[in-house]
């Protein structure tokens, strides 16, 4: 089973809207990451969120931590065209480790 | 800045083939990861190196797969014999150091195996 899991496997939105990616997780961290993939290229980080961090902004992204409920969530706001992509959350297998373990990732669609 | 480079980004194999995947990671980068990716099992993990030592040799892939790292600037990935369930995107990725943990990957190579 996966140690980091995003909660959706696809959204879709209209551009201008506001959208949220939810993950969650099993083990304790020191550092959670969201990374976007788009059609033909590798995955990119966006936002790295440290365990004794509680939200991290990066432009129209915002991105929380919840160590409590092991669950981080990404909002972007108005949404672009390019925002189209899929979205991974990725933490370390075990608490401050080299190995990244990466969800399986949300498809995110957004149409003109 | 140069980012990760992989060649070729497109390979066709037949089935008992051997065929090698290149990747230049960012220069002064200090970890090179290789991964595999498909739409069922996401990305795993198949190699790590180190300051060009091998760290983690993949588990399950060690059977055909080896990857190597002459020098800090350039690793291969060596697939052999190939088999149709290799099919698949092979990323490349490299870190400044453990510590960072913060991946940079390049744009990977699709690998068609008939």
């Known amino acids: 089973s996966q140690l980091a899991e995003e909660n959706s496997w696809a959204l879709s939105v209209h551009e201008g809207e506001s959208v949220t990616v939810n993950c969650s997780y099993k083990?304790?961290?020191?550092?959670l990451q969201w990374y976007r993939q788009k059609s033909g290229k590798g995955p990119a980080q966006l936002i790295l969120?440290?365990?004794?961090?509680r939200e991290k902004r990066n432009g129209r992204l915002r991105a929380t931590l919840d160590t409590s409920s092991q669950s981080s969530s990404l909002s972007i706001t108005a949404t672009r065209c390019e925002d189209t992509a899929v979205y991974f959350c990725?933490?370390?297998?075990?608490?401050?480790?080299?190995?990244?373990?990466f969800g399986s990732g949300t498809q995110l669609t957004v149409m003109p | 800045d140069a980012g990760v480079t992989q060649t070729p980004r497109h390979e066709v194999a037949e089935k008992g083939q051997t065929i090698i995947l290149k990747c230049e990671p960012v220069?002064?980068?200090?970890?090179l990861f290789w991964y595999r990716q498909t739409k069922i099992q996401g990305l795993e993990l198949l190699s790590y190196?180190?300051?060009?030592?091998?760290?983690?040799d993949g588990g399950a892939f060690k059977d055909r797969f080896k990857a190597e790292m002459l020098n800090s600037s350039f690793s291969t990935l060596k697939i052999q014999p190939t088999e149709p369930k290799d099919s698949a995107v092979y990323l490349c990725?490299?870190?400044?150091?453990?510590?960072?943990?913060?991946?940079?990957f390049g744009a990977g190579t699709r690998l068609s195996v008939l």
């Open positions: 990725a490299s870190s400044p150091d453990s510590s960072q943990n913060t991946l940079y």
């Open positions: 083990t304790s961290i020191t550092a």
């Open positions: 969120i440290r365990s004794n961090e």
């Open positions: 990725a933490t370390d297998a075990i608490s401050g480790s080299w190995q990244l373990i």
């Open positions: 220069s002064g980068h200090n970890d």
């Open positions: 190196f180190r300051s060009k030592s091998l760290m983690e």
